[in-house]
């Protein structure tokens, strides 16, 4: 006689993207258990986290479908209305309103400690089965069920295993599946800063040569830095004084928002681009970053993610619809044919995006110039632009 199953699926990483897709995929009415190879995530501190997301529409919706939305503490949440991009090299300029795409914002800045918080507290509400401080192994796939493997030796039997295990994602790698890509030679130093001049609830982006600079705006008035930089030039600029940094930003966003002051901490990121060659293999799907990583430049990262985690559950959702195997391998297919192609086309589009925005050969400099200006002064191509952004059909 067969053992019967554990869960119908395990979601492996418990990230923002893997414990959305938890919930929703158990919203859809799955049994679902999450596993993770830390521990569960603490609660914020009145202090916001250094590292904020830019949740586009699409994924606020989302979050508030599996109950995390409302519980999130809005006075923490920006809305920005606006996003201005300017080209250091050129000082052209381009600009996109929210009234664009008739909506009251862009998005939102959020707190990665807040939203996992607040995802947390929706999955113990949920009573769902978690695992944390396992790590998997691996797993074995079956005609009918994957076999998990736990570093605590023991074993899951599922129907399905959704990877949701971060860039180095250790089942992607079990799997077999190849990635294309490139390293940035770049980190990405994160701080939050007073500045002068109010933000105007508007994100600020500079294109310079070394990689672009944004300045994100927060709830409380500050704004949360994203500075690209190739990293022998993040080292020297992670070592200044406060003062040396603040001026530095200053001078490197145009004082745009006039001067600026330090009031955290710092950090770094290294930044790579990364895509699976496959989102699905027997038993196994791939989302967010485990499937792709991609210059945060966009602010996308987690939007592509949580786009991954809508279409799987819609597509499993209807494979099991009349009973059948809602794992079967044309139904992952059907993901990974819908996801990847999406996925690419944005991770290769931002890496062209940074590409062209480093290139200081003149005719080049003056296509983008002639590029952004195009964009700037066709209200239909940045409508197009925004609401892709928003996570919106064009
Ligand atoms: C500087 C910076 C700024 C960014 N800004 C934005 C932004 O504005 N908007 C946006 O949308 N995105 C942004 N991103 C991208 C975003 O941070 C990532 O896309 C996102 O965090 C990926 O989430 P994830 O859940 O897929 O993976 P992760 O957050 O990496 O989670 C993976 C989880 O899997 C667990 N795990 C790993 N291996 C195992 C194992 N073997 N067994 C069990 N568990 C395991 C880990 O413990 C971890 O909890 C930014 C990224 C950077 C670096």
């Not at 699926?9 to 929703?24: D, F, K, R, S």
């Not at 993610?305 to 559950?313: H, S, T």
Request: proline share 4%; net charge neutral; with cysteine.
């Amino acid at each position: 006689m067969s053992r019967r199953m554990d869960a119908d699926i395990a979601v492996v990483g418990a990230g923002l993207v893997g414990a959305t897709a938890a919930l929703a995929l158990a919203c859809a009415g799955f049994e679902v258990c999450l596993l993770d190879a830390g521990p569960a995530p603490m609660a914020p501190s009145t202090e916001m986290d250094l590292r904020v997301l830019a949740l586009a529409p699409s994924s606020a919706r989302l979050l508030a479908d599996v109950g995390a939305w409302a519980r999130m503490d809005h006075a923490r949440i920006c809305a920005y209305e606006a996003m201005h991009v300017w080209d250091a090299e050129t000082g052209v300029d381009l600009d996109f309103d929210a009234r664009l795409i008739d909506a009251q914002c862009l998005g939102w800045i959020a707190e990665n400690r807040h939203a996992s918080w607040t995802l947390w507290q929706a999955l113990a509400e949920s009573g769902m089965r978690t695992f944390m401080d396992v790590a998997v192994r691996g797993y074995a796939a079956q005609d009918t069920h994957a076999a998990l493997e736990l570093d605590n030796g023991e074993y899951l039997r599922v129907r399905l295993v959704v990877a949701a295990d971060g860039r180095a994602s250790s089942l992607r790698q079990h799997a077999g599946i190849p990635v294309a890509g490139r390293d940035y030679g770049q980190r990405a130093i994160v701080a939050h800063l007073a500045p002068e001049r109010a933000h105007e609830h508007a994100a600020w982006q500079r294109f310079l040569p070394g990689g672009p600079l944004a300045l994100l705006p927060l709830a409380d008035g500050r704004v949360s830095l994203v500075w690209s930089l190739p990293d022998a030039e993040a080292s020297r600029v992670l070592a200044l004084s406060d003062a040396e940094f603040a001026a530095a930003v200053a001078v490197a966003s145009d004082y745009r928002l006039g001067a600026l002051s330090v009031t955290s901490g710092r950090a770094a990121f290294p930044l790579r681009l990364q895509v699976a060659q496959q989102f699905a293999m027997p038993r196994l799907v791939l989302v967010g970053d485990a499937a792709h990583t991609v210059h945060p430049l966009a602010g996308q990262g987690v939007n592509l993610g949580l786009r991954d985690v809508r279409e799987l559950v819609e597509v499993l959702s209807g494979a099991g619809a009349s009973g059948a195997d809602f794992a079967a391998p044309a139904a992952l297919a059907r993901y990974a044919r819908r996801r990847r192609s999406a996925d690419a086309l944005d991770a290769w589009s931002f890496d062209a995006i940074e590409r062209c925005f480093g290139a200081r050969a003149r005719p080049l400099v003056l296509a983008r110039a002639f590029g952004m200006g195009l964009v700037q002064h066709a209200p239909s191509l940045k409508r197009m632009l925004a609401r892709h952004a928003a996570g919106r059909p064009a």
